[in-house]
């Protein structure tokens, strides 16, 4: 058993820094390379890509990246997972092994993780009593299975344990929590069993520190902001995970940003609902429970997480069209920029009204007055403003209406208020507007399975 390992964060979502996953793996010393792409509305957007050619599919920025970081893995022993296999984990996986020949690197072993995409399969697990029921609503998946774009369950960290037990360098997986990227390698270095629910919870609370990349790091960051130092090449987070559970999160030094019981702290309130009750397939995690303190400069330690048994669910996200939508903008000028937006706002809606056009949404933000606080923003002088943008937004089912909304814009610059700029790239155009379903699914319906690609 190892003394201790350093898993380091390679991105947080699919469009996040090109360069930190380069930085991590050669600013300094780390054992593993996690790298987290995926989020509910990138599912659907992969099977779309998918659907038009079935060698896509997965976040198609891996390969390149592997071209530049494969030879320092190699040399430094440093292993690769990552959930950037999307809806198609194979094509990702042949993608990468393309890359190594290219590289002359043979014995590489690629894992890859299936199982997760359950799409294919509605109707089957339908028949065998699962309604897929809406978390929110209660509603049966039946009513919207025929608009589904994609239905995945959420792995957690043992499917990557047992990729790593067959000896993989890198493994692709498919929808995986991002907290079991980081939890499967503790689970395999130090040997934890899957009922020590204290371990399980710290190294989630771990991963859920990770996944966001350097929003732990000064990223994005509430606190004192403008101490943080050298933003150009932010570091992200590494946590150094120890056999007893301990962790202590910290970033490679020769790299930019701050680790700090603030910034970490931050992170951790994100995107969680009951701080007692964090719900994953490997553990439940009591946050209130987590110990923070420093632990030297840019290292704060991480102990005294308690956490419960696994429930016998695995959360499924779905996504299904969900009828149209349209955006718009204008942008007007001192003096009384919003008055005169205001105003096109209300010339805008009567005219559509007057066209008998509906709308299930039609929302208006004046940007650089109320687009972030809306009712709770500070009223202002009109005159004391040098500009303003108004954002339109309208959605609903009926594709005339929103098609007709986009061809009301452009008349308003002539007649409507003045001083109007802001408008080009032609008539708005309707889009297809993609819905989130949640849903539970019990464990014994759905079986991951694990596979080893390896370059000759």
């Not at 790298?35 to 896509?56: C, F, G, H, R, W």
């Not at 001083?419 to 993609?434: H, M, Q």
Request: proline share 5%.
């Amino acid at each position: 058993m190892k003394e201790k390992i350093r898993i380091a964060s390679g991105q947080g979502f699919w469009g996040d820094l090109i360069e930190a996953p380069y930085w991590q793996v050669t600013s300094g010393e780390i054992d593993y390379l996690v790298m987290d792409y995926l989020a509910e509305v990138t599912m659907s957007i992969l099977q779309k890509q998918k659907n038009k050619d079935p060698k896509l599919g997965y976040a198609r920025d891996i390969p390149p990246l592997m071209k530049r970081i494969l030879p320092v893995c190699q040399e430094k022993g440093i292993k690769v997972i990552t959930n950037g296999g999307g809806v198609n984990p194979i094509a990702c996986a042949e993608a990468i092994l393309e890359v190594a020949k290219e590289l002359g690197i043979s014995g590489l072993k690629i894992a890859v993780i299936e199982g997760d995409n359950i799409k294919d399969r509605i109707n089957e697990l339908i028949a065998e009593g699962s309604e897929l029921s809406n978390m929110e609503t209660g509603e049966s998946i039946i009513s919207v299975k025929d608009k589904l774009l994609s239905a995945n369950v959420y792995f957690g960290a043992f499917p990557i344990v047992e990729a790593l037990g067959k000896g993989a360098d890198i493994i692709i997986t498919g929808r995986t929590t991002d907290t079991g990227l980081t939890l499967a390698p503790m689970i395999h270095e130090f040997g934890w069993s899957a009922n020590d629910f204290d371990k399980m919870a710290s190294g989630t609370v771990a991963g859920h520190i990770l996944e966001c990349g350097a929003q732990a790091t000064g990223g994005n960051f509430l606190g004192d902001w403008e101490s943080i130092e050298n933003f150009e090449k932010i570091g992200f987070p590494i946590a150094e995970a120890f056999p007893n559970g301990d962790v202590v999160i910290t970033k490679h030094e020769s790299l930019g940003g701050a680790v700090t019981i603030e910034t970490v702290s931050e992170q951790l309130l994100y995107e969680i609902g009951d701080p007692a009750e964090y719900i994953t397939p490997d553990c439940v995690a009591d946050f209130t429970t987590i110990q923070l303190s420093y632990d030297g400069k840019d290292r704060v330690k991480m102990s005294g997480v308690k956490g419960k048994p696994f429930t016998p669910f695995y959360k499924v996200s779905c996504s299904y069209e969900s009828g149209f939508s349209s955006f718009a903008t204008l942008t007007y000028s001192w003096p009384q920029a919003l008055s005169k937006a205001k105003a096109a706002d209300r010339i805008l809606r009567k005219r559509l009204e007057a066209l008998g056009c509906t709308f299930e949404e039609f929302r208006t933000e004046f940007v650089g007055y109320n687009a972030c606080h809306g009712a709770a923003a500070k009223a202002i002088d009109e005159d004391d403003i040098n500009e303003l943008m108004v954002r339109f937004a309208v959605r609903g089912d009926d594709y005339k209406s929103i098609d007709r909304f986009g061809k009301e814009i452009a008349p308003l610059i002539l007649t409507g208020p003045p001083a109007v700029t802001g408008f080009a790239g032609g008539r708005p155009k309707p889009g297809s507007v993609v819905a989130y379903w949640p849903a539970l699914l019990k464990k014994e319906m759905v079986t991951p399975v694990v596979s080893i690609m390896e370059t000759k």
